[in-house]
């Protein structure tokens, strides 16, 4: 989380790579997680509760939809010269898979009722 907005900083604003680093020594990550522990701890939540609709209402993704979207991560890294991890890529390429998938399965599948307060 911390790493993509450092990432998305750096691209808004052609940050260079001793500002980058600076920006990525332990006390300010440390700061980041203590200062944003509720919303951490929420897309926790949320990722768990995908996953488990994933799971329980067998949603699939097709190996074609899992290779673009890591070549589409991949290209974002190498576009910036950055260095990923492999393993890491696919993983939170079969996230964001999962996540697209449930969220179609709940606009397909739930009503929603507004309520004003």
Do not use: H, P
């Amino acid at each position: 989380m911390y790493a993509g907005k450092l990432l998305e900083l750096q691209v808004k604003t052609n940050m260079g790579k001793e500002q980058m680093m600076a920006l990525s020594s332990e006390e300010m990550v440390n700061n980041y997680l203590i200062s944003q522990k509720k919303t951490i701890v929420d897309g926790v939540k949320q990722i768990l509760a995908c996953a488990e609709i994933f799971k329980m209402e067998k949603l699939q993704y097709s190996e074609e939809e899992l290779k673009q979207e890591i070549e589409n991560a991949e290209a974002g890294f190498k576009q910036f010269n950055q260095e990923y991890d492999k393993e890491r890529v696919v993983e939170q390429a079969k996230e964001l898979l999962e996540g697209a998938k449930v969220l179609d399965w709940l606009v397909e599948n739930t009503d929603i009722t507004y309520k004003t307060v």
